[in-house]
Every structure is written in C-alpha cells, then in structure tokens.
C-alpha cells in the first residue's frame, strides 16, 4: 500500500502485477491514520512523508457539523437525500489551479517563506530552545509546499496577492510532517505544532 502511495506521488503511476497504468492529469493521493487502530501499520519514513503536500490533522466534529452528519444519513436513509450536486468540471479545477499559482507575491513574503524553512534548518540563530527542539528542519519541498498553499488559501479567500497571514495560515499543516523533533523536544512533551508557532512567533515579516 505505501509503494503504491509513492509510485502515484513520484511516477504518476500505479502498478498492478506487471502492468503499468498513467494516472490522469487530475488525481489526489490521500493516506489516513487512525489515532486508535494502529497495529500492523507502520509510519512512513520522513524522507517519504516529505512527498506528501500537508498534514492535516481532523477532530471529532463540531455539534453543529455532527447535528448535519445526522440529518445527511437520515436523509439518505429515507432515500429523501438532496439530488447530488453537479461535479466540477476538470478544465474548471485546472483553470482554478492555474490563477492561484499566477498569484502576486511581493518579494517581502517569499522571502519570508524561505527564512520560516530557513529558520527550521538552523534554529539556534534564534533561540537556544528551539535548537534543542529541531533535529531536522524542512527541505526545498517545505519552501515550495509553502508557496504554493500560501497562493492557494489567498486565492480561496478571494484576493489578488498574498500575505504573511497567508502563510501563516497554512505553515502548521504544510511543516508538521517535515520537522523531526529531537529526543529532548519528545521527552518534553513538545508537539511540531509548538514548534511551528515558536518559528512563527520568532520569524520577523518582511
């Protein structure tokens, strides 16, 4: 299963058997983990989880969502579901992809992008804590990962340029996954969430 994940990420491929098939130009690859039922399951090595774009971490629902699980199923349940909503066209995802990549960012913001990765590579140029914290910081996938979310939650919030907030919005789901944590940081209690807010917090803008 986790060769299958990395050939689609890295080939844009699946293999079955001897048979080799293109994936399309539009696909998603999505792994889940279930906080409970982990046996027989193995974490991904940090070299490959780097690949993935973020790290999304989910909840239990909020009553409100939870309240609209309920009235969904019991719907569907009394087959008095709403008619199914028209899918998006591909040319539409693809045109949509394309004018969140064309997004201005200021100079000021890339590079704030790359002293945040930057940052997570050599800590201690900032604080002698959280170079005790950081083992490995963030790869040029971090950087380019950062870049492109940063354009897309701008695009989705529908303005024409991007923002320090923009990056800041997404950091934590963009870098969870690409830092490893020291010993010291683990044995602390410290999460790579409390990481990204120091580097956020330490980071000056522009």
């Known amino acids: 299963m986790q060769s299958a994940l990395l050939e689609a990420m890295a080939e844009r491929q ?10 399309p130009a539009l696909f998603l690859v999505m792994a889940t983990q279930n906080p409970i039922e982990q046996e027989g399951t193995y974490p991904l ?3 490959q989880l780097d690949r993935f774009l973020l790290h999304v971490n989910v909840d239990y629902p909020s009553a409100e969502a939870e309240a609209e699980i309920l ?4 719907a569907e349940a009394s087959q008095a579901a709403a008619s199914t909503p028209t899918p998006l066209r591909q040319d539409t995802v693809f045109a949509a992809r394309q004018e969140a990549l064309s ?3 200021a100079a000021p913001v890339e590079q704030y992008i790359v002293q945040l990765v930057i940052a997570s590579r050599d800590p201690g140029v900032y604080s002698e804590q959280l170079a005790g914290w950081i083992e490995y910081g963030g790869s040029p996938r971090a950087t380019i ?3 492109r979310c940063s354009r897309a939650h701008a695009w989705l919030q529908g303005r024409d340029f991007v923002s320090p ?10 870098l969870r996954h690409r830092l ?7 044995a602390n209690g410290v999460t790579p969430d409390q990481v990204i807010d120091e580097l956020l917090a330490l980071v000056p803008v522009g």
């Open 14 to 23: 699946v293999s079955v058997g001897s048979e080799t098939y293109d994936l």
């Open 45 to 47: 090595p940090e070299a």
């Open 71 to 74: 009235r969904l199923t019991r």
């Open 103 to 105: 997004m201005h960012m």
């Open 145 to 147: 990962a950062l870049d």
């Open 165 to 174: 907030d923009d990056v800041q919005a997404v950091a934590a789901d963009v």
């Open 180 to 186: 490893l944590l020291s010993f010291e940081a683990e």
